[in-house]
């Protein structure tokens, strides 16, 4: 009865109309911040025809379809509109566990069935916020490390600042000093002039920059290395063409990854490309000595457990942990696809970042020192059970990698992988929360009131009350 008094069943079969399709297609794209050009860009087709799809004027095929809700960060059936009560609870479920308030009450997971049974519009509202709210958070995480890390705003900031203080000092020695000489107050004059041309200059660079450097993007590159970063989360850090060659031997590897490395290069500047053949050569190794079916099969059999998957495969643990992402983005869906993977060099410095579902992973730069990926040891897999910053549970594996590096230096790359906890009754209570160790992605998007290793201020205002102690585990 409740169901016809909204005009819409939890079910929602109301998606099979393109218009419906075309208007969350727009809906989420505005969203993400992506114009139609990104977007279609990103799929492969022009911005005319995802314009007719749209505006209702063309139906997508499956395939594309596909490729829409993988640029979008959606499932195909969220496009559709076609959804189960129980896929909208899980969904609840899992907004819940990412943004669980630090006190009480908090959202009663236990009935959110009966919420999507009983009022389908209001658990459609509390969805539709809540990713709007990743989504704009996102864009925050960009913009927070684009104002800390970008060479060029930083030089382009300070020569606008050295202007404007050169056109203050000459305004104030004509206002204040009367008794100037005529070739004096010339000079002075020819001074301004020159300084504002250079100060309006300068800004309009800036403004230009800005413009550039739209929010198109999941991640904007300012560096060859973030460049690189940028298409390899765009291709899920996983190359068919890599791992099939990688089942035959490990130079057919290698050979594929070469091909792959010229094929993509033309979108990196040339400084980007030798870091991008490194990159794929690393995944051809990988490829070659861990096959995924081997790697699936493992899991069957011994769920996720690094330590004994390592022991039972007789693979390093740091290659381990990115033939599981592979494999996440492989199947397509499950949860290898909630694996996130990040690697820092001795300087802290992230040399790798894979953003698993879900997750905030440490940025480019200005990472959280507290997360256990800094207390890496060479003889172990550490293994860590940490809270995030809003609350939610997640557990972390560590290790460190030792490869070769310059002039004979060995290079020391510590890795962590991480996973988000799901309605994990030991990780809700307080006292439970109280031992664990508190960790954000940066000081700068840190919700913690207090941490004493805050290095800067965080952007959000007022902190959220944080309920655990932050002790290291």
Request: with cysteine.
């Amino acid at each position: 009865m409740r169901e016809r008094e909204t005009g819409e069943a939890p079910s929602g079969r109301e998606g099979a109309d393109p218009r419906e399709t075309g208007r969350r297609i727009r809906a989420r794209r505005r969203t993400l911040g992506l114009d139609q050009k990104a977007l279609a860009a990103r799929i492969g087709i022009s911005p005319a025809y995802l314009s007719l799809i749209e505006n209702g004027r063309r139906k997508a095929p499956k395939a594309l379809l596909e490729r829409l809700a993988a640029a979008l960060d959606m499932a195909p059936a969220q496009l559709l509109g076609v959804r189960t009560g129980a896929d909208w609870a899980e969904v609840l479920a899992t907004l819940a566990a990412r943004h669980r308030p630090a006190d009480p009450p908090r959202p009663e997971i236990a009935h959110a069935e009966r919420l999507v049974a009983e009022y389908p519009g209001w658990a459609r509202l509390v969805i539709e916020q809540g990713r709007e709210i990743e989504a704009l958070e996102a864009r925050l995480a960009i913009l927070a490390d684009r104002l800390s890390g970008d060479p060029y705003l930083a030089d382009t900031l300070h020569a606008l600042l050295s202007s404007v203080t050169a056109v203050q000092a000459s305004a104030d020695i004509l206002a204040r000093t009367p008794e100037l000489a005529p070739a004096e107050i010339e000079r002075f004059r020819f001074n301004l002039s020159v300084e504002a041309r250079r100060t309006a200059d300068r800004a309009r660079a800036l403004l230009e920059h800005f413009d550039r450097s739209r929010l198109d993007r999941p991640l904007e590159a300012t560096t060859p290395r973030e460049e690189v970063m940028v298409l390899l989360a765009r291709h899920d850090h996983h190359f068919p063409a890599i791992e099939a060659a990688g089942n035959a031997s490990s130079a057919a590897a290698r050979a594929a990854a070469r091909e792959v490395a010229g094929a993509l290069g033309a979108e990196l500047s040339a400084e980007a490309r030798p870091l991008l053949h490194a990159a794929l050569e690393l995944l051809a190794e990988d490829a070659a000595a861990l096959p995924l079916s081997g790697l699936a099969a493992a899991l069957e059999a011994v769920g996720l457990d690094p330590a004994v998957l390592c022991a039972r495969l007789d693979v390093a643990p740091a290659r381990l942990f990115r033939r599981l992402v592979a494999l996440g983005a492989k199947e397509g869906d499950g949860p290898m696809r909630e694996l996130g993977l990040v690697a820092f060099d001795r300087a802290g410095v992230v040399l790798w970042r894979h953003q698993g579902e879900g997750l905030t992973l440490p940025r480019l730069r200005a990472a959280c020192a507290l997360w256990p990926v800094f207390r890496a040891r060479a003889d172990e897999i550490g293994h860590h059970r940490l809270l995030t910053d809003r609350g939610t549970p997640i557990e972390a594996w560590t290790a460190v990698e030792i490869r070769r590096g310059a002039e004979g230096v060995a290079r020391r790359i510590s890795w962590q992988l991480v996973r988000q906890i799901r309605h994990d009754a030991g990780h809700g209570g307080g006292s439970a929360a109280g031992r664990q160790l508190v960790v954000g992605a940066s000081c700068r998007l840190c919700r913690r009131a207090s941490c004493p290793e805050r290095r800067e201020p965080a952007f959000f205002a007022p902190p959220v009350p944080e309920s655990a102690s932050g002790a290291p585990d």
